[in-house]
């Protein structure tokens, strides 16, 4: 090999590969793959068209299909070599008369290597020599020709001529190694080759003869027998005449193995049947305390006795974090049901934490297979062989078989019973769904345990004496603990060694180490958080164990893909197999579709590594990573949601990947799941010194905020990056800060307050020269002044406002001040005037396609038109702003609305319509505004009571 950029080579012993240059190239699609395969199982003979629409399609080829097979070829001639012009002849793969065809030899592809090499293999006079080179030969293959069954469910006659001349060349081998005394060196060939043609007689007597030639006689006599079964289960048949001779030569061998005889525990004897047997008892001692999990356990016994899915499920699976009691709770279930597997309980800590001393299933096997009375001598040494034996021993038991710390479906697979009867119960913080998918098991999810059962289980530690005593102290350790059972044994066993302690000073220690996990030290290793925890870190690749340890920086309650990939400044698809591993660990949980977290104590446990490994420098970045990734996705959701918040467009950022949503509903959806996360991920940027970029978060949150009526956070936070801006001596953060808290103290029914912070804000941007934020500050000003009764100073605010915005050619503000302008004009006695100005907003409104405002226009003046009694014209400006704000999905207009459409049939004496228009608007709701519930509620009373005029 090369390693020239020209240099190709190819490979369809086994699935379909090539390289170019030295480095392996993706073939492309399924189809793709087919067409070469089949180019390279002719192995330079030509291959028609026909052919290949049979091999895709078989009788139904589309009418395509010829067009299909030739953009293959030609995605095919540019992948081999990605400089070939359009329609030039290829190097490797031609076309002509007879069809397309591969020009290949034997050092470019391994087909013609692997018959290179056979005929040098029987032209040699050495029988050593020969063996060697078949050996190499044999070696070369990966599997069957193209990996056929992954790609087609048919047999393809080109890949089972391959694979047929494959075995010929295995049963070569082998007939000149058995009496050349090389049987070990084809052993390996033979058993992978036994493994893909299990019903290929020729194949497997060979290997019975290889396995009794190196002394593993019981092995090849298993292997018989599971023979035997297979041909007569699947064909009907007994074994053929070569397969035959071939047992009985390894009979006539002796049957001792080359391993020692293995101590068997004690046998018992039948005393009906004279037969010797063994009822092992092998389950771990339940805890003398168990408390809790009443729902895991019923729900558990209801799958295991058929009363959830229609039929007893034989196989439960336990998954959850570290921690969280699953063995305990798998332990507990044995012993609720042991009585009903009277042929023993088996068990087996899997180990699969630990990937270099992982049990493998056939040392699981053989420890089974001892435990229920198997010799040693009798048990097989390959696993197939001691996989059916394994399976024949259990066929006639019932057993419980409890199967601990799996890592995955594949190691629990070769352990299960092939015949119903017995239980397995398998606990891991994998998941293992593909447990559930082939063989029908049951899964059960643990969470942390709620507050009532913590408690129980905290109390039956350290007594109820003292927990009555201390219930407050109880509660703070339960909070702490975060409901995760192990933190609570551990915390009680630590009260309990200090007697002379009160609970309140075991919860004042957790508190003091709030955020680290010295409050929860164990000697032992089994009950040691950091080393419980550490078994799943360990298992992590690099790059998932560096996401691991970043997660530390994120504030948030949940996090999402995207901001775990700016976490660590890789794309998505780079950091998604690291978050995969993070979530099949365990480490990550997901809590709500598409959104994961880590317990409180495992993101402590991150916290301690991030601070141990990674340099402070490279904390710093990746925090910015992702304070800038929030910002930048903030700002695109608010496109959609405010456009007119002039808040700055985030700078490009290397490692950012950008969230931008595609329409309202999603920009809606994204700040909706995103409101934990933004409010601490705003904090956490004033508390880094981050002053301007948390300002200009909370610029990017308030629009969504106002329209769903979230205006308590809102103060919250504004006021917390008032403080920030203020400190840090930024006069535009600061003015912005004030005007924005104005906004929410405005909603709040604080027009006092409001009034104050906007004339506070209104000098700062005089000072600053910023003729649009004065524009619109001032336009607020009028509003307030409007709420608190002052409608000549509202007139004068707007108009000052609107004459800046003129000037400066603003329209959105423009349209903007004289929607609120109309109201005050109403109420200084001027209606004509009031509905001319709104009639001019909503016409500006509509030329600026801003569907949010022209809803604003249609509540106030469907308002007016109430209050006018012109109720046909104010019921079509009602029903006109609910269409628009369920079009944007603006909760609070959804809201004013309805109560309006009710308000209007309310006037006209419909009370179903009134009513039903209320219902609605209180099933929409404002948690946020319950002065608005309670006017609602208001309404209803009046309207059942039967009294009260029009509510305007």
Same mark, same amino acid.
């Given at each position: 090999?090369?390693?020239?950029?020209?240099?190709?080579?190819?490979?369809?012993?086994?699935?379909?590969?090539?390289?170019?240059?030295?480095?392996?190239?993706?073939?492309?699609?399924?189809?793709?793959?087919?067409?070469?395969?089949?180019?390279?199982?002719?192995?330079?003979?030509?291959?028609?068209?026909?052919?290949?629409?049979?091999?895709?399609?078989?009788?139904?080829?589309?009418?395509?299909?010829?067009?299909?097979?030739?953009?293959?070829?030609?995605?095919?001639?540019?992948?081999?070599?990605?400089?070939?012009?359009?329609?030039?002849?290829?190097?490797?793969?031609?076309?002509?008369?007879?069809?397309?065809?591969?020009?290949?030899?034997?050092?470019?592809?391994?087909?013609?290597?692997?018959?290179?090499?056979?005929?040098?293999?029987?032209?040699?006079?050495?029988?050593?020599?020969?063996?060697?080179?078949?050996?190499?030969?044999?070696?070369?293959?990966?599997?069957?020709?193209?990996?056929?069954?992954?790609?087609?469910?048919?047999?393809?006659?080109?890949?089972?001529?391959?694979?047929?001349?494959?075995?010929?060349?295995?049963?070569?081998?082998?007939?000149?190694?058995?009496?050349?005394?090389?049987?070990?060196?084809?052993?390996?060939?033979?058993?992978?080759?036994?493994?893909?043609?299990?019903?290929?007689?020729?194949?497997?007597?060979?290997?019975?003869?290889?396995?009794?030639?190196?002394?593993?006689?019981?092995?090849?006599?298993?292997?018989?027998?599971?023979?035997?079964?297979?041909?007569?289960?699947?064909?009907?048949?007994?074994?053929?005449?070569?397969?035959?001779?071939?047992?009985?030569?390894?009979?006539?061998?002796?049957?001792?193995?080359?391993?020692?005889?293995?101590?068997?525990?004690?046998?018992?004897?039948?005393?009906?049947?004279?037969?010797?047997?063994?009822?092992?008892?092998?389950?771990?001692?339940?805890?003398?305390?168990?408390?809790?999990?009443?729902?895991?356990?019923?729900?558990?016994?209801?799958?295991?006795?058929?009363?959830?899915?229609?039929?007893?499920?034989?196989?439960?699976?336990?998954?959850?974090?570290?921690?969280?009691?699953?063995?305990?709770?798998?332990?507990?279930?044995?012993?609720?049901?042991?009585?009903?597997?009277?042929?023993?309980?088996?068990?087996?800590?899997?180990?699969?934490?630990?990937?270099?001393?992982?049990?493998?299933?056939?040392?699981?096997?053989?420890?089974?297979?001892?435990?229920?009375?198997?010799?040693?001598?009798?048990?097989?040494?390959?696993?197939?062989?001691?996989?059916?034996?394994?399976?024949?021993?259990?066929?006639?038991?019932?057993?419980?078989?409890?199967?601990?710390?799996?890592?995955?479906?594949?190691?629990?697979?070769?352990?299960?019973?092939?015949?119903?009867?017995?239980?397995?119960?398998?606990?891991?913080?994998?998941?293992?769904?593909?447990?559930?998918?082939?063989?029908?098991?049951?899964?059960?999810?643990?969470?942390?345990?709620?507050?009532?059962?913590?408690?129980?289980?905290?109390?039956?530690?350290?007594?109820?004496?003292?927990?009555?005593?201390?219930?407050?102290?109880?509660?703070?350790?339960?909070?702490?603990?975060?409901?995760?059972?192990?933190?609570?044994?551990?915390?009680?066993?630590?009260?309990?060694?200090?007697?002379?302690?009160?609970?309140?000073?075991?919860?004042?220690?957790?508190?003091?180490?709030?955020?680290?996990?010295?409050?929860?030290?164990?000697?032992?290793?089994?009950?040691?958080?950091?080393?419980?925890?550490?078994?799943?870190?360990?298992?992590?690749?690099?790059?998932?164990?560096?996401?691991?340890?970043?997660?530390?920086?994120?504030?948030?309650?949940?996090?999402?893909?995207?901001?775990?990939?700016?976490?660590?400044?890789?794309?998505?698809?780079?950091?998604?197999?690291?978050?995969?591993?993070?979530?099949?660990?365990?480490?990550?949980?997901?809590?709500?579709?598409?959104?994961?977290?880590?317990?409180?104590?495992?993101?402590?446990?991150?916290?301690?590594?991030?601070?141990?490994?990674?340099?402070?420098?490279?904390?710093?970045?990746?925090?910015?990573?992702?304070?800038?990734?929030?910002?930048?996705?903030?700002?695109?959701?608010?496109?959609?949601?405010?456009?007119?918040?002039?808040?700055?467009?985030?700078?490009?950022?290397?490692?950012?990947?950008?969230?931008?949503?595609?329409?309202?509903?999603?920009?809606?959806?994204?700040?909706?799941?995103?409101?934990?996360?933004?409010?601490?991920?705003?904090?956490?940027?004033?508390?880094?010194?981050?002053?301007?970029?948390?300002?200009?978060?909370?610029?990017?949150?308030?629009?969504?905020?106002?329209?769903?009526?979230?205006?308590?956070?809102?103060?919250?936070?504004?006021?917390?990056? %008032? /403080?920030? &801006?203020?400190?840090?001596? #930024?006069?535009?953060?600061? @003015?912005?800060? =004030?005007?924005? !808290? +104005?906004? *929410? $103290?405005?909603?709040?029914?604080?027009?006092?307050?409001?009034?104050?912070?906007?004339?506070?804000?209104?000098?700062?941007?005089?000072?600053?020269?910023?003729?649009?934020?004065?524009?619109?500050?001032?336009?607020?000003?009028?509003?307030?002044?409007?709420?608190?009764?002052?409608?000549?100073?509202?007139?004068?605010?707007?108009?000052?406002? %609107? /004459?800046? &915005?003129?000037?400066?050619? #603003?329209?959105?503000?423009? @349209?903007?001040? =004289?929607?609120? !302008? +109309?109201? *005050? $004009?109403?109420?200084?006695?001027?209606?004509?005037?009031?509905?001319?100005?709104?009639?001019?907003?909503?016409?500006?409104?509509?030329?600026?396609?801003?569907?949010?405002?022209?809803?604003?226009?249609?509540?106030?003046?469907?308002?007016?038109?109430?209050?006018?009694?012109?109720?046909?014209?104010?019921?079509?400006?009602?029903?006109?702003?609910?269409?628009?704000?369920?079009?944007?999905?603006?909760?609070?207009?959804?809201?004013?609305?309805?109560?309006? !459409?009710?308000?209007?049939?309310?006037?006209?004496?419909?009370?179903?319509?009134?009513?039903?228009?209320?219902?609605?608007?209180?099933?929409?709701?404002?948690?946020?505004?319950?002065?608005?519930?309670?006017?609602?509620?208001?309404?209803?009373?009046?309207?059942?009571?039967?009294?009260?005029?029009?509510?305007?």
């Amino acid at each position: 090999m090369t390693g020239a950029q020209g240099d190709v080579r190819f490979a369809v012993l086994g699935a379909v590969e090539v390289w170019r240059g030295g480095q392996p190239v993706d073939p492309g699609s399924r189809q793709q793959r087919l067409i070469l395969a089949l180019l390279l199982a002719r192995a330079g003979r030509p291959v028609g068209l026909a052919d290949f629409v049979t091999l895709l399609w078989e009788e139904r080829p589309p009418r395509s299909a010829a067009n299909i097979v030739h953009l293959h070829m030609g995605r095919l001639r540019r992948l081999f070599e990605p400089g070939l012009r359009p329609r030039s002849p290829g190097r490797w793969l031609v076309g002509d008369a007879a069809g397309y065809r591969m020009v290949v030899d034997a050092g470019q592809l391994d087909l013609l290597k692997l018959r290179s090499l056979a005929q040098r293999a029987r032209a040699a006079d050495d029988p050593a020599e020969a063996v060697a080179t078949y050996v190499e030969a044999l070696e070369l293959s990966r599997g069957p020709c193209a990996g056929a069954p992954a790609l087609v469910s048919r047999p393809v006659a080109d890949f089972e001529a391959v694979d047929n001349e494959y075995a010929d060349l295995v049963r070569e081998a082998a007939d000149l190694a058995l009496p050349a005394g090389a049987a070990r060196a084809v052993l390996p060939i033979l058993r992978r080759v036994a493994r893909h043609r299990s019903l290929d007689e020729a194949v497997q007597a060979r290997l019975l003869l290889t396995l009794s030639a190196v002394g593993q006689q019981a092995e090849a006599i298993a292997l018989y027998q599971e023979l035997r079964g297979r041909l007569s289960d699947e064909l009907g048949i007994g074994p053929g005449r070569e397969l035959q001779d071939a047992y009985r030569t390894v009979l006539s061998s002796g049957v001792s193995g080359t391993d020692g005889p293995a101590e068997a525990p004690p046998y018992d004897e039948d005393p009906s049947t004279g037969e010797f047997f063994v009822r092992p008892a092998q389950l771990l001692p339940d805890l003398p305390h168990f408390t809790g999990r009443g729902d895991s356990l019923r729900r558990a016994l209801a799958l295991i006795h058929g009363r959830t899915a229609g039929s007893p499920v034989r196989i439960v699976l336990i998954e959850g974090i570290p921690g969280v009691g699953k063995t305990s709770l798998a332990t507990h279930l044995a012993y609720r049901v042991a009585d009903e597997f009277p042929d023993g309980q088996l068990y087996a800590d899997l180990r699969g934490l630990d990937p270099e001393a992982a049990l493998t299933p056939g040392e699981v096997q053989q420890a089974f297979l001892h435990a229920l009375g198997v010799r040693g001598p009798d048990i097989p040494q390959s696993d197939v062989a001691r996989s059916g034996h394994y399976r024949s021993v259990l066929a006639e038991r019932r057993v419980l078989i409890m199967l601990d710390n799996a890592r995955d479906a594949d190691q629990v697979r070769p352990l299960l019973p092939g015949a119903p009867g017995s239980l397995v119960l398998v606990t891991s913080r994998y998941s293992l769904a593909g447990l559930a998918a082939t063989h029908g098991a049951g899964v059960l999810a643990l969470d942390v345990l709620p507050d009532d059962e913590a408690r129980e289980l905290l109390t039956s530690r350290v007594g109820p004496v003292g927990a009555r005593a201390d219930r407050q102290a109880l509660d703070e350790i339960v909070r702490l603990c975060g409901g995760l059972p192990l933190a609570l044994a551990v915390v009680g066993a630590r009260a309990l060694a200090r007697p002379g302690f009160r609970l309140s000073a075991v919860a004042g220690e957790l508190h003091e180490t709030q955020g680290s996990l010295d409050g929860f030290d164990s000697d032992d290793p089994e009950s040691d958080l950091r080393a419980i925890f550490s078994w799943s870190y360990r298992g992590l690749s690099p790059s998932a164990a560096r996401l691991f340890r970043l997660l530390a920086l994120h504030p948030g309650p949940d996090v999402t893909l995207p901001a775990v990939a700016s976490l660590g400044g890789l794309s998505v698809r780079d950091a998604r197999a690291g978050f995969d591993e993070l979530v099949r660990s365990r480490l990550l949980t997901e809590r709500r579709p598409g959104r994961y977290g880590a317990h409180d104590l495992i993101a402590a446990y991150a916290r301690e590594l991030m601070l141990d490994s990674d340099p402070e420098e490279e904390r710093e970045a990746a925090a910015d990573r992702l304070l800038k990734y929030y910002r930048c996705a903030a700002y695109h959701a608010n496109l959609f949601i405010n456009p007119d918040i002039s808040a700055d467009p985030p700078a490009e950022h290397d490692g950012i990947v950008v969230h931008a949503p595609r329409s309202d509903k999603e920009a809606a959806d994204w700040f909706a799941d995103e409101r934990g996360e933004l409010k601490a991920i705003l904090r956490q940027a004033n508390d880094r010194g981050r002053v301007y970029d948390a300002w200009q978060l909370e610029l990017t949150v308030q629009g969504f905020y106002q329209r769903e009526g979230w205006w308590h956070d809102w103060a919250i936070l504004v006021r917390e990056c %008032l /403080d920030a &801006a203020v400190g840090a001596g #930024d006069s535009a953060g600061a @003015a912005e800060m =004030l005007r924005s !808290l +104005a906004g *929410a $103290q405005f909603y709040l029914g604080d027009g006092t307050s409001a009034l104050a912070l906007l004339e506070r804000a209104l000098v700062i941007f005089a000072e600053l020269g910023n003729t649009s934020r004065e524009a619109l500050t001032l336009r607020n000003l009028g509003e307030v002044s409007f709420m608190v009764g002052d409608y000549e100073r509202s007139v004068a605010c707007h108009h000052q406002a %609107l /004459d800046m &915005a003129e000037a400066i050619c #603003d329209r959105t503000v423009q @349209a903007d001040v =004289l929607c609120r !302008l +109309a109201d *005050a $004009q109403y109420e200084l006695g001027r209606p004509a005037l009031s509905f001319e100005t709104l009639d001019r907003a909503l016409a500006m409104s509509e030329q600026l396609a801003d569907v949010v405002r022209r809803c604003e226009c249609h509540l106030r003046r469907a308002d007016l038109f109430l209050r006018e009694r012109r109720y046909a014209e104010s019921l079509a400006d009602w029903n006109a702003a609910r269409e628009l704000s369920e079009a944007v999905g603006h909760r609070v207009h959804a809201v004013r609305a309805r109560v309006g !459409l009710g308000d209007v049939a309310h006037a006209m004496n419909d009370q179903p319509a009134a009513r039903t228009a209320w219902l609605e608007a209180l099933a929409l709701g404002n948690d946020s505004d319950p002065s608005q519930e309670e006017r609602i509620r208001r309404r209803l009373a009046e309207l059942y009571r039967g009294v009260g005029g029009a509510a305007a």
